[in-house]
């Protein structure tokens, strides 16, 4: 099945600063890399995805990175804000039964 | 349009009793998935349906189990609880079935085992 890694597990930045997170991924089939926020007591919330046609992806202050032939992708926060404090999850769907395999998700922290 | 909603919030049970947890997705949406969330295993897929069949299930035992009615809401049954299955359960809807479509998740159920 799909194995992802997430790295850092917890990010600090000063406000204004930019944040990257990177997964990497094992199964060659996956094609959809979705990026998760979970803020304390919610549920994940989409925030941006890419397919494997596509380099990158941006979306305001959110962009994203993908790298097949490495197998890696990242994502990154510019000019971040105390709201972007949260929990990121990376994630891919790779082959088999599963409907996306999730990373172990970084905690980032906005310092004003 | 209206998010997923998931019924109870929170759940509060005893080892060896029973529980079921509902969820209604985003109107249009007909997959619903379930998944786990722990502190120690992370998010994890537990399984998905698709018009009221299940498309796939991930690796749980048999304890768990869920379907889905013709209205597209979901119900999610774990039978004789133990301590590990202490949790947060999150449903995700999507507008079709399969691995390659966006997921939205509902703000999950916590279900406290003691």
């Known amino acids: 099945g799909e194995n992802v890694e997430q790295h850092p597990s917890t990010l600090s930045v000063q406000e204004g600063d930019s944040a990257v997170i990177k997964c990497t991924y094992s199964?060659?089939?996956?094609?959809?890399f979705p990026w998760y926020k979970q803020e304390l007591g919610k549920g994940p919330q989409l925030i941006i995805d890419i397919r494997s046609n596509v380099g990158e992806k941006k979306d305001q202050r959110i962009a994203v990175t993908l790298n097949k032939t490495a197998k890696h992708f990242s994502l990154h926060i510019t000019e971040t804000q105390p709201e972007d404090s949260a929990v990121y999850f990376c994630?891919?769907?790779?082959?088999?039964?599963?409907?996306?395999?999730f990373g172990t998700g970084t905690k980032l922290q906005v310092i004003p | 349009k209206a998010g997923v909603t998931q019924t109870p919030r929170y759940l509060i049970k005893t080892r060896g009793q029973q529980v079921t947890l509902s969820c209604s997705p985003i109107?249009?949406?007909?997959?619903v998935s379930w998944y786990q969330q722990t502190p120690g295993q992370g998010l994890q897929f537990l399984f998905e349906y698709f018009s009221e069949t299940q498309r796939n299930k991930g690796n749980f035992p048999g304890r768990f189990s869920g379907r889905q009615f013709s209205n597209s809401r979901s119900e999610m049954n774990v039978s004789t609880l133990e301590l590990g299955d202490s949790a947060l359960y999150l449903c995700?809807?999507?507008?079709?079935?399969?691995?390659?479509?966006?997921?939205?998740f509902g703000p999950g159920t916590r279900l406290t085992v003691t």
């Open positions: 199964d060659s089939a996956s094609n959809y």
């Open positions: 995700a809807s999507s507008p079709k079935a399969g691995n390659s479509y966006e997921q939205y």
């Open positions: 994630a891919a769907n790779g082959g088999g039964y599963q409907k996306v395999t």
């Open positions: 109107s249009g949406h007909r997959s």
